[in-house]
């Protein structure tokens, strides 16, 4: 077997879920060398996730894909867990106060294009086999077409799922426990459609769920309480239709199933996200169970989060401890979602006294739990998200806080020739944004060294405050009408000196 050598990258991403794409697309377009690495041989069509919350809309957004992703899809203000509770986003405050309904496949296909079209290296057919690295650099043997690839880079992030090879060869411990095991999924036709996008029910027997493709084929989830069979046990089809007509009080005649199959779902959280210079995003990092469809989201706001700092480290202009801070930030957000994921699962479908109880003074007090669901539509979607407390002490009350999509008044231009007239048009850059009063010149004084890191722009919204928001729209310093030596120390701090 022969083995080839000398394939030199700054960045070596394993797995091309949206995860990895995300990440490999904001390494790419930022100019680096990005090598992605995927098993599968081709594009998969087969998807477990449907939703695209809030948060990674705006994400998204910032990357000039959102409205393209939009067009894919069906958009709800309700989100309905179960048929048990319901969370609100009708009231989110975001450009996206909804929830898109569409394939995982078809946000897969649009972050393809743009980690492609930024000049992304996919290599498919890629099997991870071995993983090394020095204080200088990381080594990944793979297997690809019977072939010993060995391919360096700076650094590596393994996004590569579940199963993750990447986390199985760091040594990195992945505890917890399965949340529901023998769920049935289907690819179907129906012979009468949902009234809404979403069928969503449970009762004593189970829960069902349906989700449109969008080409007259429908997503089937289906649980049964009473019959827990292991994965590798076939469907049963009619009595999976029998218990989709039961639990959602309604036969919308299943039938012509293309594809059927079992599968359990675990919370599991990676101890570490950072071994060295690996580092572990999405499904490799944290798995949840599917209440709330938070598990996608979630791993797409890791590689939102980890991709700047890369490229700020391998151009070598990262403050201290920049890296780790992916660690800090994230792994309690992947903790909250294990326990927000979770306690919504078990409330919908828990079986005990007090849960059944829970489940139905929600649906009679109704409308009187709207600060909850508000609340709950915060949280669930990913707008509540704040990395306030990783702040340093005596920091601006904005810092570490999602940034809102405010207007802009003299951004100057974008990479396109055209103004940008909002926050997150500006941040499609790739770079931070520096955003003062409108009248005043937010550039002025900049050192000449940081136009490679930040754009400049005004706000009519702003009044005395300045803002450097980064790359993936989170607060990094915030100020009151900061004098100039002010304003270099606290950019300076996210910019280099």
């Not at 060869?169 to 529901?180: C, H, M, N, T």
């Not at 979770?342 to 489940?359: D, K, V, Y």
């Not at 669901?373 to 999602?402: K, N, T, W």
């Amino acid at each position: 077997m022969n083995t080839t050598q000398n394939r030199d990258y700054d960045v070596l991403v394993v797995g091309a879920g949206p995860t990895g794409l995300l990440l490999a697309g904001d390494v790419a377009a930022a100019g680096l060398r990005v090598a992605l690495l995927e098993k599968r041989t081709e594009e998969s069509k087969l998807t477990r996730a449907f939703a695209v919350h809030a948060r990674t809309l705006e994400e998204l957004d910032a990357r000039g894909v959102a409205d393209e992703l939009l067009q894919t899809g069906a958009r709800l203000s309700d989100l309905s867990i179960f048929g048990a509770v319901h969370v609100d986003m009708s009231t989110l405050p975001s450009r996206f106060p909804e929830l898109l309904i569409t394939p995982q496949y078809q946000t897969e296909r649009v972050l393809l294009r743009r980690a492609l079209g930024a000049g992304a290296t996919l290599l498919r057919g890629a099997e991870v086999t071995d993983l090394r690295q020095d204080a200088d650099a990381v080594e990944v043997d793979a297997l690809v077409d019977g072939e010993t690839v060995t391919l360096r880079a700076a650094y590596a992030v393994g996004s590569d799922g579940v199963r993750s090879t990447v986390r199985r060869l760091l040594g990195v411990d992945y505890p917890g426990e399965s949340a529901i095991s023998s769920v049935m999924l289907a690819d179907v036709r129906l012979d009468t459609p949902p009234e809404d996008v979403l069928a969503v029910g449970a009762n004593k027997q189970g829960f069902a769920f349906m989700a449109p493709y969008g080409d007259g084929w429908y997503r089937v989830i289906a649980w049964d309480h009473a019959e827990q069979l292991p994965d590798s046990a076939p469907v049963d089809f009619e009595a999976m239709s029998r218990l989709v007509t039961s639990v959602l009080d309604r036969d919308h005649g299943l039938h012509d199933p293309r594809w059927t199959s079992r599968f359990h779902s675990d919370e599991r959280q990676a101890t570490r996200y950072r071994v060295g210079r690996v580092f572990l995003a999405g499904d490799a990092a944290h798995c949840h169970s599917p209440a709330g469809g938070q598990g996608m989201n979630t791993g797409l706001q890791d590689a939102a989060n980890l991709g700047w700092k890369l490229v700020a480290a391998v151009r070598g202009w990262a403050a201290p401890g920049l890296l780790d801070s992916y660690q800090a930030e994230r792994h309690p957000v992947g903790a909250q979602v294990l326990r927000t994921s979770g306690g919504l699962l078990r409330l919908s479908i828990g079986q005990t006294a007090p849960l059944r109880l829970a489940r139905g003074l929600a649906k009679a007090l109704g409308s009187h739990l709207a600060p909850l669901a508000r609340r709950g539509g915060m949280e669930v979607s990913g707008i509540s998200v704040s990395y306030r407390d990783q702040a340093p002490a005596g920091s601006h009350r904005l810092v570490g806080d999602r940034a809102a999509d405010i207007d802009l008044a003299d951004p100057g231009s974008d990479a396109d020739g055209k103004a940008p007239t909002r926050l997150y048009e500006a941040l499609r850059e790739g770079r931070f944004v520096l955003v003062g009063p409108e009248g005043t010149s937010s550039g002025e004084g900049l050192p000449a060294d940081w136009s490679d890191r930040v754009v400049t722009a005004t706000a009519p919204s702003l009044t005395s405050e300045w803002v450097l928001v980064r790359p993936d729209g989170y607060v990094a310093w915030a100020a009151e009408n900061p004098s100039t030596e002010q304003a270099h120390t606290g950019l300076g701090a996210w910019l280099g000196n």
